[in-house]
């Protein structure tokens, strides 16, 4: 298996992953948490979502899913392209509110499909372009595909964890 194959497989994990958090979930147990200032399910995943699109929108050169439609008002939040939930506060986490658990998954099935589409389409040598300096070494496309993965599966875990707490 090439590296486009794997990267595929490992992206293709991720949306079962999400819906053993989240499916079936009312609004109401998608915005609780362990106890005050924890992150939610519901943020876990929109977190997980949000920074799977930033970073893959960035290597593609192209805008955002979330800013190219009504994402943001679905999770009671403004369509602002740089907003992740890296430095969240408690309060920031609190303010993000989903629908409905259709709406993580709707939002992370439409990054999904974009990623997994823009990955066939790569060729080795771009898997190996280094599309960021400020690291020692400097991280490749597909260094960077593996992160973003590899936060993907994190979050998606915690998330699954997290259920298992519902009162």
């Known amino acids: 298996m090439d590296a486009k194959g794997v990267l595929e497989e490992a992206f293709g994990r991720v949306p079962d992953l999400i819906d053993t958090a989240i499916g079936g979930l009312s609004p109401e147990q998608l915005h609780w948490a362990p106890k005050p200032g924890a992150n939610s399910i519901g943020w876990l995943i929109w977190h997980l979502t949000r920074v799977h699109d930033h970073h893959v929108a960035e290597l593609m050169g192209s805008e955002q899913i979330y800013v190219g439609g009504d994402w943001a008002g679905r999770f009671g939040l403004k369509p ?40 066939r389409g790569l060729t080795e040598a771009e898997l190996d372009r280094i599309v960021d300096r400020r690291w020692d070494p400097p991280v490749t496309m597909g260094v960077r595909l593996v992160s973003v993965y590899d936060d993907c599966a994190q979050h998606a875990g915690q998330a699954a964890y997290v259920r298992g707490l519902l009162p």
């Open 80 to 119: 602002d392209p740089s907003e992740t939930g890296y430095a969240h506060t408690a309060a920031d986490v609190a303010a993000v509110v989903p629908e409905s658990a259709a709406a993580l998954t709707e939002y992370y099935r439409a990054v999904h499909e974009r990623t997994v589409n823009f990955v």
